[in-house]
């Protein structure tokens, strides 16, 4: 019987709140700055899908994980943004059918509000205050979850995101930073700077809101040196959780192009699940591991196609870690970036 390897988010969530929590993912009819005409179409990955949750692409209802890859998926440009009145509607549809789909499926009442999609703080603090006022009005949730960019969070938005402390148990802010190589970030067209995620960290922890770190392993010209300087920093910054996305090549994006140029790669599962083990191995061992793999759609997925599913990803990871008797953090070492 494996032990536990690593600090998992539902253990956490169990030891916090005595139950188990689940996410309402919500899009609250957001853009995104990089996808703006300045941005040349957003970053590198993307395919304008704005991660979503999939139960509400209603559109997207005829495919399932078996489904071949379809090139007409994605959204190119910046993404059109609706009246307000229009997406407070459409939040509490969401919260209502996200809520109902989950306790349907699992059978709990206790839940997080997630905003999920695009970029959840690109907006002045008004309409902000607005959407998130709606979204904690439908339900009493144990946490508030916003995912954003590092350049999108100035003070005056981190302030409005403390001022809920007194709605919610707590507040996380997940914040992309995907690796702490400014070249490649400026090689993806990511805009914005690992400095600009120290930055942002700081603030949010001054304020007393937690961070969940997004990273990706895989990226192009990457090596192990990069990644391990990718934890060390989410690691000296005191990033709380961390969420590891292994590179997906999605249709429609600039990596997709690459892919077929042949001038990218994407990692094997064997590769995977080394990455995987080298990350855990290296984080500070009170971080709460809250992903170890992404699931993209697979008709959305040009490559990888053969990778496995998250469960046997995960099984191969808690074999390799069992043979070494790995576990998370015992090759940390805490460095001042």
């Given at each position: 019987m494996s032990k536990e390897r690593w600090n998992t988010y539902t253990k956490y969530l169990i030891d916090t709140y005595g139950c188990s929590v689940y996410r309402v993912g919500v899009d609250g009819g957001f853009s995104c700055p990089n996808r703006e005409l300045d941005r040349s179409g957003g970053c590198n990955f993307c395919d304008g899908t704005g991660a979503s949750p999939t139960y509400y692409r209603t559109k997207e209802g005829k495919w399932k994980r078996s489904s071949s890859f379809q090139r007409g998926v994605s959204q190119k440009g910046p993404r059109k943004v609706a009246p307000l009145d229009v997406r407070l509607n459409s939040l509490e549809t969401q919260v209502e059918k996200g809520i109902a789909f989950i306790?349907?499926?699992?059978?709990?009442?206790s839940f997080s509000v997630y905003f999920q999609a695009w970029t959840s703080t690109y907006a002045d603090v008004e309409e902000l205050k607005t959407l998130y006022?709606?979204?904690?009005?439908?339900?009493?949730f144990k946490e508030l979850i916003i995912s954003t960019r590092p350049d999108c969070l100035n003070d005056d938005i981190v302030d409005l995101i403390a001022s809920y402390r007194n709605k919610v148990k707590d507040i996380w802010v997940e914040v992309g930073l995907q690796t702490s190589n400014d070249e490649t970030l400026e090689k993806i067209n990511r805009g914005h700077t690992s400095g600009d995620y120290i930055k942002a960290v700081?603030?949010?922890?001054?304020?007393?809101?937690?961070?969940?770190?997004?990273?990706?392993?895989?990226?192009?010209?990457?090596?192990?040196?990069?990644?391990?300087?990718?934890?060390?920093?989410?690691?000296?910054?005191?990033s709380e959780g961390i969420k590891i996305h292994n590179l997906d090549i999605l249709g429609g994006t600039t990596f997709f192009d690459d892919y077929l140029r042949g001038e990218i790669s994407v990692p094997s599962n064997d590769r995977t699940v080394e990455d995987c083990l080298f990350i855990l191995r290296r984080l500070n061992p009170d971080m709460i591991v809250q992903r170890l793999i992404c699931e993209t759609p697979s008709h959305r997925l040009a490559a990888p196609r053969h990778l496995y599913d998250k469960?046997?990803?995960?099984?191969?990871?808690?074999?390799?870690?069992?043979?070494?008797?790995?576990?998370?953090?015992?090759?940390y070492e805490p460095k001042q970036i």
């Amino acid at each position: 019987m494996s032990k536990e390897r690593w600090n998992t988010y539902t253990k956490y969530l169990i030891d916090t709140y005595g139950c188990s929590v689940y996410r309402v993912g919500v899009d609250g009819g957001f853009s995104c700055p990089n996808r703006e005409l300045d941005r040349s179409g957003g970053c590198n990955f993307c395919d304008g899908t704005g991660a979503s949750p999939t139960y509400y692409r209603t559109k997207e209802g005829k495919w399932k994980r078996s489904s071949s890859f379809q090139r007409g998926v994605s959204q190119k440009g910046p993404r059109k943004v609706a009246p307000l009145d229009v997406r407070l509607n459409s939040l509490e549809t969401q919260v209502e059918k996200g809520i109902a789909f989950i306790k349907r499926r699992y059978k709990v009442d206790s839940f997080s509000v997630y905003f999920q999609a695009w970029t959840s703080t690109y907006a002045d603090v008004e309409e902000l205050k607005t959407l998130y006022d709606k979204a904690l009005s439908l339900y009493e949730f144990k946490e508030l979850i916003i995912s954003t960019r590092p350049d999108c969070l100035n003070d005056d938005i981190v302030d409005l995101i403390a001022s809920y402390r007194n709605k919610v148990k707590d507040i996380w802010v997940e914040v992309g930073l995907q690796t702490s190589n400014d070249e490649t970030l400026e090689k993806i067209n990511r805009g914005h700077t690992s400095g600009d995620y120290i930055k942002a960290v700081a603030k949010l922890h001054d304020r007393g809101i937690k961070v969940s770190t997004h990273i990706i392993t895989g990226l192009p010209g990457e090596t192990k040196t990069d990644l391990n300087n990718t934890v060390d920093q989410v690691n000296s910054v005191k990033s709380e959780g961390i969420k590891i996305h292994n590179l997906d090549i999605l249709g429609g994006t600039t990596f997709f192009d690459d892919y077929l140029r042949g001038e990218i790669s994407v990692p094997s599962n064997d590769r995977t699940v080394e990455d995987c083990l080298f990350i855990l191995r290296r984080l500070n061992p009170d971080m709460i591991v809250q992903r170890l793999i992404c699931e993209t759609p697979s008709h959305r997925l040009a490559a990888p196609r053969h990778l496995y599913d998250k469960s046997m990803i995960i099984k191969l990871l808690k074999e390799s870690m069992d043979e070494c008797d790995a576990i998370q953090g015992d090759l940390y070492e805490p460095k001042q970036i």
